[in-house]
Each structure stands twice: as structure tokens, then as C-alpha cells.
């Protein structure tokens, strides 16, 4: 089986995982992150390619991504 990797965004905020209040600005504020580097053409240099996790398979990988190999 081929290595697979992981084609990310690199955009996130650690929360407490009961504080709902906290769960939702942190999400307004990843959107607002992921708008303002859109706005100003930074999104590229947010994606990351790091590796799968133990249990990725290949049928994890997308069908228009195989297309785009075949």
C-alpha cells in the first residue's frame, strides 16, 4: 500500500471541551481567519501537507482526486 498524506488546513484554536461559549468564539474567529486570508490571498500558505494518520486508507482519498491521476 502507497504512503498516503494528510492536504490540510494549518488554522485551529485549542477550547475547553464543555464551554460552549468559548467552542463558539473560537469558531467565529476561525472563520474570520479563513476569510481575512482569502481577502488578502494568504489561504495558500495555510495548507499544509502532513502525514495520515495510522488508520487512513485509500479509500479515504477522494474520488475526484483519483480521477485527476488516472
Known sequence: MAKLKKVTLD???MV??????????????????IMSAVK??????????????PNA????IPEFLLEETA
Open 11 to 13: 488554522i485551529y484554536y
Open 16 to 33: 475547553y471541551a464543555d464551554d460552549e461559549n468559548m467552542i463558539r468564539h473560537a469558531k467565529d474567529c476561525l472563520y474570520d481567519d
Open 40 to 53: 488578502h490571498d494568504e489561504l495558500f500558505g495555510l495548507i499544509r501537507v502532513v502525514d495520515a494518520p
Open 57 to 60: 486508507k485509500e479509500c479515504d
